[in-house]
T-cell receptor, first 115, second 113 residues
Framework: EAGVTQFPSHSVIEKGQTVTLRCDPI?????LYWYRRVMGKEIKFLLHFVKESKQDESGMPNNRFLAERTGGTYSTLKVQPAELEDSGVYFC?????????????FGPGTRLTVL | GQNIDQPTEMTATEGAIVQINCTYQ??????LFWYQQHAGEAPTFLSY????GLEEKGRFSSFLSRSKGYSYLLLKELQMKDSASYLC??????????????FGAGTRLAVHP
């Protein structure tokens, strides 16, 4: 069974540009999460989808971040315009079940560098 | 507030036993997870505790005391490949769902021959 995949693995952009990160969850997993790890800090929750609906977006830092999950399969996270403080590793995770009370499987992350 | 504390770094010898502690103060609690993460790779699930006590899985065991806000991960018969970061994460309880994970900063474990 394929795991959670993320694309790209690395992205280097300049301040003010736009970047779109993609996550493909494990097939059949209704729950999809985005997390972020800024250099030297802990992994922090950004948002949670159940199928195509945003269940919890309390961790989204500001309106420069837009997450979508059209069709309830893969998800994209767009940062527009990117700022220096957006640099970090963006992880996607997925889990089974409507209530989601199970382990979350993580992808390898996208390392974003904003110059 | 939400706070999860674990040691930043630990070292141990191959074949030995190491215990990684985690203390937490969170607004809600619906389980505690331990993940292993090798550099540049995805965090991988190790264990889950929601009730007090010890959960054993091969060389790895995890303990939880909810009243003390405390957990530990015990690694036995250490191998070189166990050198990694170990992440303690609490699943928050929120009115709209029960899934958000709150992570500690991780403990970097170095296993030496």
């Amino acid at each position: 069974e394929a795991g959670v995949t993320q694309f790209p693995s690395h992205s280097v952009i300049e301040k003010g540009q736009t970047v779109t990160l993609r996550c493909d969850p494990i097939s059949g997993h209704d729950n999809l999460y985005w997390y972020r790890r800024v250099m030297g800090k802990e992994i922090k929750f950004l948002l949670h989808f159940v199928k195509e609906s945003k269940q919890d977006e309390s961790g989204m830092p500001n309106n420069r971040f837009l997450a979508e999950r059209t069709g309830g399969t893969y998800s994209t996270l767009k940062v527009q315009p990117a700022e220096l403080e957006d640099s970090g590793v963006y992880f996607c995770a997925s889990s089974q079940g409507v209530a989601g009370a199970t382990e979350q499987f993580f992808g390898p992350g996208t390392r974003l560098t904003v110059l | 507030g939400q706070n999860i504390d674990q040691p930043t770094e630990m070292t141990a010898t191959e074949g030995a036993i190491v215990q990684i502690n985690c203390t937490y103060q969170t607004s809600g609690f619906n389980g505690l997870f331990w993940y292993q993460q090798h550099a540049g790779e995805a965090p991988t699930f190790l264990s889950y505790n929601v009730l007090d006590g010890l959960e054993e899985k091969g060389r790895f065991s995890s303990f939880l005391s909810r009243s003390k806000g405390y957990s530990y991960l015990l690694l036995k018969e250490l191998q070189m490949k166990d050198s990694a970061s170990y992440l303690c994460a609490v699943r928050d309880r929120w009115s709209g769902g029960y899934n958000k994970l709150i992570f500690g900063a991780g403990t970097r474990l170095a296993v030496h021959p």
